[in-house]
């Protein structure tokens, strides 16, 4: 079974389990009646590992909270310079 979110715009988010891949463009509010439309969203991965949630948590804030930078990265912390089979690409 999968749960799949639904968005009601009086009552908010409503979650449905129904089988994979079974899962409707749209459900009933159980409050209101009025058509809810899915909500796609990350699937749950609890169980994975620190590092993966925090990466998925780090891309979510960039899409609204961007990170600027002042200028670009300096020449001695290019890759090429950490390891020297990597300068003899072509660089862009």
Same mark, same amino acid.
């Given at each position: 079974?999968?749960? @799949? &979110? @639904?968005? %009601?715009? =009086?009552h908010?988010?409503? =979650?449905?389990?129904? +089988?994979?891949?079974?899962?409707? #463009? $749209? =459900?009933? %509010? +159980?409050? %209101? #009646?009025?058509?809810?439309?899915?909500?796609?969203?990350?699937?749950?991965?609890?169980?994975?590992?620190a590092?993966?949630?925090?990466?998925?948590?780090? *891309? =979510?804030?960039? *899409?609204? &909270?961007?990170? /600027? /930078? $002042?200028?670009p990265?300096?020449r001695?912390?290019? +890759?090429q *310079?950490l390891?020297? *089979?990597?300068a003899?690409?072509?660089?862009?």
């Open positions: 079974m999968a749960v @799949y &979110q @639904y968005h %009601c715009a =009086e908010g988010v409503l =979650e449905v389990a129904r +089988p994979i891949g079974t899962a409707a #463009a $749209s =459900e009933l %509010c +159980p409050d %209101c #009646a009025t058509p809810a439309p899915r909500v796609f969203t990350a699937p749950r991965l609890a169980l994975g590992s590092r993966n949630r925090a990466l998925i948590d780090r *891309a =979510e804030r960039s *899409a609204d &909270q961007p990170a /600027v /930078v $002042s200028a990265p300096s001695r912390s290019a +890759p *310079a390891n020297p *089979a990597l003899r690409l072509p660089r862009l």
